[in-house]
């Protein structure tokens, strides 16, 4: 499984991008099978979620620090998901990784980056003040 992350840059605090995720079609491989997490790394900092969304997209699960702001979305019929940043702040500042995971059933997504089996080549966000 390969997945792309794509849609970063640099952006001024209050600005908005769209973070993009493609997931590649091959053989056995079925996306709507997958839970979707967005993580995020900053500058010598651990990596940790920013969002994630089940397999049918009704539940979705937000950090603290980007709730209200952060939208996360995905499209099984095109294997691909989406993260929309809305006022965008200094701290948001970080790599973003989109991720699968196997698992995760029930009425809550794996938050922890360990949960999680195949992993985008991060796309840099920066934010300036």
């Known amino acids: 499984v390969q997945l792309q992350a794509s849609g970063g840059g640099s952006v001024q605090a209050g600005g908005s991008l769209r973070l993009s995720c493609a997931a590649s079609?091959?053989?056995?491989?079925?996306?709507?099978?997958?839970?979707i997490g967005w993580f995020r790394q900053a500058s010598g900092k651990e990596r940790e979620i920013a969002a994630a969304?089940?397999?049918?997209?009704?539940?979705?699960h937000y950090a603290n620090s980007v709730k209200g702001r952060f939208t996360v979305s995905r499209d099984n019929a095109k294997n691909a998901a989406s993260l929309e940043m809305n006022s965008l702040k200094p701290g948001d500042t970080a790599v973003y990784f989109c991720?699968?995971?196997?698992?995760?059933?029930?009425?809550?997504?794996?938050?922890?980056?360990?949960?999680?089996?195949?992993w985008g080549q991060g796309t840099l966000v920066t934010v300036s003040s």
């Open positions: 991720a699968l995971a196997r698992s995760g059933y029930g009425l809550s997504v794996p938050v922890k980056a360990d949960d999680y089996d195949y």
């Open positions: 969304i089940s397999r049918s997209g009704g539940i979705t």
């Open positions: 079609d091959s053989i056995g491989f079925i996306f709507s099978s997958y839970v």
